[in-house]
């Protein structure tokens, strides 16, 4: 049974359809990537999902069940979490407590939020270095970082994560991607979100290719890097 299925995902702004029936799915343990131009729906799809926006059709399964009515909230408690395109930290509380804040859904004792804060401090040292430093003073990539470790601190069984290296140097860049590698060893399951498709192939098991609100490709990431019109649209080759 994957853990997360969506089936005929169909969703409107107003009067213009923005996916048109969108069918992944995401077994446990897999890294899948979503590719696509902008405008292609990548964002829309996540923001579905995490229950951001509203399906006008389709479904949300997520651990079996159906998902499409719970709030955002909710899919959050459940084990789904996003890490939204611009990090979204709140900028005027510290690293620590943008940190914490994560941790409230999962409803953990005080020592096991002591332990998993540390985890999230080895993982991104920086972010121990500058736990009483406003969110809002940190560079671009050190906030994506406290952004993915803030998620990380819902205890989720899905992480979304949504553009990663937007306006990030190559060096951040770099180091995002680091992160997903160890994440991905540890057995996370991930569905991102990325506009760099080499990158995001190359980390992924599988992935799907998204055009205008539609799927037009899936498959092993390794076989959509060698696909001719994937190279000459997402790959500059």
């Known amino acids: 049974m994957s853990i997360l299925k969506v089936e005929n995902l169909n969703v409107f702004y107003g009067n213009i359809q923005a996916l048109k029936g969108i069918n992944l799915k995401i077994e446990k343990g897999e890294v899948v990537s979503l590719i696509g131009a902008n405008g292609a729906g990548k964002t829309t799809t996540l923001q579905t999902i995490s229950g951001l926006l509203d399906a006008k059709e389709g479904d949300i399964f997520f651990d079996g069940k159906s998902i499409k009515k719970e709030k955002s909230f909710k899919r959050v408690r459940d084990g789904l979490a996003q890490v939204p395109e611009g990090r979204r930290v709140f900028k005027g509380l510290s690293v620590e407590d943008n940190l914490m804040l994560g941790s409230i859904s999962a409803q953990w004792s005080p020592e096991k939020i002591k332990a998993e804060m540390d985890k999230i401090y080895k993982l991104f040292p920086v972010l121990e270095e500058r736990k009483s430093q406003k969110a809002g003073t940190l560079s671009g990539g050190e906030q994506q970082m406290l952004a993915m470790g803030r998620a990380l601190l819902t205890n989720p069984k899905v992480l979304l994560l949504d553009e990663p ?41 599988r992935a799907y290719v998204l055009e205008t609100g539609k799927i037009v490709k899936e498959g092993k990431a390794s076989d959509l890097k060698k696909d001719p019109d994937v190279k000459a649209a997402y790959l500059g080759i």
């Open 165 to 205: 290296s937007m306006g990030l140097s190559p060096l951040f860049v770099d180091k995002i991607f680091d992160t997903i590698k160890i994440l991905k060893e540890e057995g996370r399951t991930i569905l991102l979100v990325e506009q760099n498709a080499n990158l995001a192939l190359e980390i992924a098991d």
